[in-house]
């Protein structure tokens, strides 16, 4: 049985950091599409981050909002997959999720409906 499990969300000030981390039992985080969303209240839930393959090395992509304050990572051998949040905004006030695949890691789409397995969720709440 597949579980992502979520933690380190929190309440911060505007400018500060928080470290998400994802757990996963039952499941490679290494070997399939796995990504981090988020869902602010009364939106629809978007990608955040993702590892994808690009010309055969895995490297990282962000949407647009996130970019160059967000950091994805993994550790294989813990089997997690981590999101360092910097510099935060009041705008990246969401539940973030990480989500799982059956994709292998040839190809990760951004689409949320391709995601099989989520996690519960952990809240960051950023004020100003």
């Known amino acids: 049985q597949v579980q992502l499990v979520e933690s380190g969300g929190g309440s911060v000030q505007a400018g500060g950091s928080l470290r998400l981390s994802c757990a996963a039992s039952?499941?490679?985080?290494?070997?399939?599409?796995t990504a981090w969303f988020r869902q602010a209240p009364g939106k629809e839930r978007e990608w955040v981050a993702l590892?994808?393959?690009?010309?055969?090395?895995?490297?990282?992509v962000y949407h647009d909002s996130v970019k160059g304050r967000f950091t994805i990572s993994e550790d294989n051998a813990k089997n997690t997959l981590s999101l360092q949040m910097n510099g935060l905004k009041p705008e990246d006030t969401a539940m973030y999720y990480c989500?799982?695949?059956?994709?292998?890691?040839?190809?990760?789409?951004?689409?949320?409906?391709?995601?099989?397995?989520w996690g519960q969720g952990t809240q960051v709440t950023v004020s100003t």
């Open positions: 989500a799982g695949s059956s994709i292998g890691r040839s190809w990760c789409p951004h689409d949320k409906s391709r995601y099989t397995y």
């Open positions: 039952g499941y490679t985080t290494s070997r399939y599409c």
């Open positions: 590892i994808v393959p690009i010309g055969g090395i895995s490297t990282d």
